[in-house]
T-cell receptor, first 109, second 114 residues
Framework: GQSLEQPSEVTAVEGAIVQINCTYQ??????LSWYQQHDGGAPTFLSY????GLEETGRFSSFLSRSDSYGYLLLQELQMKDSASYFC??????????FGKGTRLHILP | KAGVTQTPRYLIKTRGQQVTLSCSPI?????VSWYQQTPGQGLQFLFE???????NKGNFPGRFSGRQFSNSRSEMNVSTLELGDSALYLC?????????????FGEGSRLTVL
């Protein structure tokens, strides 16, 4: 079957750096996306990796290793507003969009 | 420009009833996909439409159906509601066919089945 695995919860301190991992198992692969969702809100797009390497967008970076079927989202200079759930997602060869179950990020002051 | 609009935002139904949810994508977007979100289960893919054609369907029973109109607006319908159908139903739009790179989500329709 096809699946994405990510930790259910991560806790970090304000101002620190945190990494959220995502491993995937799919029959095909067209890139890894990351979304942020605040409680009661809509998921919003953060980043996309189609090729191996690091993509940087401000305080957020995303990394992909296709050979390891692994990616991560890196959040730097954490702010309280970053407390949210983060989802990785892929489109598999069967064309279905698969999301991980989400990682709840808790930030301590 | 306006974002993705979903209506209604909240609704309560009883078992056995049916429900129709509506999604208006961002202007110019022709791809619409639907997801069911429940606590601890993330987003489960329901179906995807492009230019009125269903591109793909997730692993949900036939009680779940959808369609897309010529103006790209989409509806999904759930018949014979069950308690387990209580969830947040999210709609997302994108410009391109098979737009998996960046999806724009609506706020969702929260369905409670009693």
């Amino acid at each position: 079957g096809q699946s994405l695995e990510q930790p259910s919860e991560v806790t970090a301190v304000e101002g620190a750096i945190v990494q959220i991992n995502c491993t995937y198992q799919t029959s095909g692969f067209y890139g890894l996306s990351w979304y942020q969702q605040h409680d009661g809100g809509a998921p919003t797009f953060l980043s996309y990796n189609a090729l191996d390497g690091l993509e940087e967008t401000g305080r957020f970076s995303s990394f992909l290793s296709r050979s390891d079927s692994y990616g991560y989202l890196l959040l730097q200079e954490l702010q309280m507003k970053d407390s949210a759930s983060y989802f990785c997602a892929v489109r598999g060869r069967d064309d279905k969009i698969i999301f991980g179950k989400g990682t709840r990020l808790h930030i301590l002051p | 420009k306006a974002g993705v609009t979903q209506t209604p935002r909240y609704l309560i139904k009883t078992r056995g009833q049916q429900v129709t949810l509506s999604c208006s994508p961002i202007s110019g977007h022709r791809s619409v996909s639907w997801y069911q979100q429940t606590p601890g289960q993330g987003l489960q893919f329901l179906f995807e439409y492009f230019s009125e054609t269903q591109r793909n369907k997730g692993n949900f029973p036939g009680r779940f159906s959808g369609r897309q109109f010529s103006n790209s607006r989409s509806e999904m319908n759930v018949s014979t509601l069950e308690l387990g159908d209580s969830a947040l139903y999210l709609c997302a739009s994108s410009y391109a066919d098979r737009g998996g790179r960046e999806l724009f989500f609506g706020e969702g329709s929260r369905l409670t089945v009693l």
